[in-house]
T-cell receptor, first 115, second 111 residues
Framework: GAGVSQSPRYKVAKRGQDVALRCDPI?????LFWYQQALGQGPEFLTY????????KSGLPSDRFFAERPEGSVSTLKIQRTQQEDSAVYLC?????????????FGPGTRLLVL | GQQLNQSPQSMFIQEGEDVSMNCTSS?????WLWYKQDPGEGPVLLIA?????ELTSNGRLTAQFGITRKDSFLNISASIPSDVGIYFC???????????FGGGTRLMVKP
């Protein structure tokens, strides 16, 4: 497709379960971002990739969160031993270049509910 | 985490009215962006501002990049029912940097 896609769209996990969220960026986009959006809040930055290199992971809330982009295209955000506070929408965004005019295009998000 | 201060948090207006919302930050940004998010979807870019003092329009939408680089506003003229949604401001310091978002303004339009 033409836009950023994410899967699954919805995920219900039991506390303590591991989850993996997938992002397919727009073809050819070198930059990929993950954001976490809590209910009623704006998105908050988690991590950033340029091609396969993870250049910034300062927003990851704990060492239970891990992201990878091994071939510089598809990315996976993994959350180990999920907790109730991990419940949120996880948004992926991609952009084509490193110029100031770059536009980040967002996917529809994965809604994670931890019970 | 850090979020920009966005106000108002919500607005309930009559169709045809003009709307204004703004965003302030304690830090400077070199790019200001305004996004709209519909339920169940990701944010969609409405307007991007790249220069302090810049005033940019996109149809019925007008946004300005504050001269201090610490604030921005968005105006919507002659609102229509499809304007309903949540509007977010976002700032970026440099190319390749993450976006810092405001808390959102929920707009409701009464036909």
């Amino acid at each position: 497709g033409a836009g950023v896609s994410q899967s699954p769209r919805y995920k219900v996990a039991k506390r303590g379960q591991d989850v993996a969220l997938r992002c397919d960026p727009i073809s050819g986009h070198v930059s990929l971002f993950w954001y976490q959006q809590a209910l009623g809040q704006g998105p908050e930055f988690l991590t950033y990739f340029q091609n396969e290199a993870q250049l910034d992971k300062s927003g990851l809330p704990s060492d239970r969160f891990f992201a990878e982009r091994p071939e510089g295209s598809v990315s996976t955000l993994k959350i180990q031993r999920t907790q109730q506070e991990d419940s949120a929408v996880y948004l992926c965004a991609s952009s084509s270049s490193g110029t100031l005019q770059e536009t980040q295009y967002f996917g529809p998000g994965t809604r994670l509910l931890v019970l | 985490g850090q979020q920009l201060n966005q106000s108002p948090q919500s607005m309930f207006i009559q169709e045809g009215e003009d709307v204004s919302m703004n965003c302030t930050s304690s830090s400077i940004f070199n790019t200001w962006l305004w996004y709209k998010q519909d339920p169940g979807e990701g944010p969609v870019l409405l307007i991007a501002l790249y220069k302090a003092g810049e005033l940019t329009s996109n149809g019925r939408l007008t946004a300005q990049f504050g001269i201090t680089r610490k604030d921005s506003f968005l105006n919507i003229s002659a609102s229509i029912p499809s304007d309903v949604g949540i509007y977010f401001c976002a700032g970026r310091y440099n190319a390749g940097n993450m976006l810092t978002f405001g808390g959102g303004t929920r707009l409701m339009v009464k036909p």
